[in-house]
């Protein structure tokens, strides 16, 4: 090969070279591009709005799976919280007797009224007895949009680790079907700080 020709040969090769090398650089970006795009996010940490409204909130250290007791829903058919999976769901255990349900059972309704576009869930559900139906269907009916969830036999409260200390008790569970907090007693559901609550939850996805 002469002088002239390996002079021409030896730039196409600098070339080509290069290109492989803009090709693999090229192809690592993506690759971090795309593991970040789908590495999952960590579980927020909520603790910061144990405060104001929600200064009772009890925070889980790790996400605990959600119960799988059964309850039922308004045309009385068996469900269970898995049944919402992919909606954040605040799951209120309350009765008619209680008057702590009664104050709260407004902002629980206000809190649904404001994420009805979005994949929220608040689940009411009354612990009375069948002869106390009527009262319970009462309340429900004066708070719409919620409907009327039921669990006479106590199930859930026993099923949640730790049990439900008395009523209300309202515990949040994420789009994954886990418990993140509780709250023993009665809240402002449609406050500024409940509202930060879901809304963190329903960013995590």
């Known amino acids: 090969m002469s002088e002239v020709q390996a002079a021409k040969r030896r730039p196409n090769l600098v070339r080509w070279a ?4 803009v090709l693999i650089g090229a192809a690592a970006v993506l690759y971090v591009i795309g593991s970040a795009s789908f590495k999952p996010k960590a579980p927020s940490d909520l603790s910061d709005l144990r405060t104001g409204a929600l200064e009772k909130l009890e925070v889980a250290a790790a996400p605990v799976p959600e119960p799988d007791t059964p309850f039922t829903d308004p045309s ?3 469900v269970t919280l898995a049944d919402f999976k992919g909606q954040v769901v605040v799951m209120n255990l309350w009765a008619s007797w209680c008057a702590p349900c009664k104050e709260e059972m407004p902002t629980l309704a206000r809190l649904q009224g404001a994420y009805a576009a979005q ?3 608040v689940v009411a559900i009354s612990v009375d007895r069948d002869e ?3 009262l319970a269907q009462a309340m429900i009916a004066a708070n719409p949009p919620l409907t009327l969830y039921r669990d006479a036999g106590y199930r859930m409260a026993f099923a949640l680790q730790p049990r439900a200390q008395g ?3 309202t515990v949040i569970f994420d789009r994954k079907g886990r418990e993140r907090a509780r709250l023993s007693g ?3 559901w449609s406050s500024r700080q409940a509202r930060e609550l879901v809304e963190r939850l329903i ?3």
């Open 203 to 205: 960013s995590e996805g």
């Open 186 to 188: 009665g809240a402002d």
């Open 167 to 169: 009523f209300p008790t």
């Open 18 to 21: 290069l290109g492989i090398a």
């Open 132 to 134: 106390d139906l009527n």
């Open 76 to 78: 009385g058919k068996s």
């Open 119 to 121: 994949p929220v869930k």
